[in-house]
């Protein structure tokens, strides 16, 4: 049996308003067709240092208008991970539907080498997340599971 792809004409319209500072910078784009991360550019004017144990904030340069019912997580990117043991320390950032301030990426130097950032490089990404429709119902008492109240570490 033949696998069939299910398209989905209703578009989540997700505005983006660039501020002067992202002037000369890429917008933020999917890298190849399957990405689902939007790369996220510095739009620091001066290079930005993270010493090691270090946490700093890179603006981007741009705000979103995220629609309701929908987040943005920030993430980190792989490449910079690996190769440099730079993250986003709040992994994954969340701008919510009603925040309309500049998107900035909090990174954190997990390495033991300075990290310099420059305007231009690729620094995090964003992915639009819709949430699901949930809500908070108070009870006397949860219902019993296997696992009941372990914690971490509890599963092995």
């Known amino acids: 049996m033949e696998a069939k792809q299910i398209i989905s004409n209703s578009l989540a319209e997700v505005g983006i308003c660039y501020l002067p500072h992202h002037s000369g910078l890429p917008a933020p784009c999917r890298a190849t067709e399957g990405s689902a991360g939007y790369d996220i550019y510095a739009a620091c004017d001066e290079s930005v240092v993270i010493k090691p ?21 920030v993430r980190p990117r792989s490449g910079l991970a690996l190769n440099n043991r730079i ?27 300075k990290f310099v ?40």
Not at 89 to 113: A, K, M, Q
């Open 53 to 73: 144990g270090d946490v700093k904030i890179v603006p981007s340069g741009f705000k979103l208008a995220v629609p309701r019912g929908h987040e943005v997580q």
């Open 87 to 113: 993250g986003v320390l709040n992994s994954p950032g969340t701008i919510d539907s009603d925040y309309r301030g500049e998107v900035g990426v909090i990174l954190y130097n997990f390495g033991s080498e």
């Open 117 to 156: 950032v420059r305007r231009g490089d690729r620094i995090a990404q964003f992915v639009i997340c819709k949430l699901p429709d949930a809500c908070l119902v108070e009870l006397d008492q949860l219902d019993a599971t296997k696992r009941g109240d372990g914690g971490f570490g509890h599963t092995g």
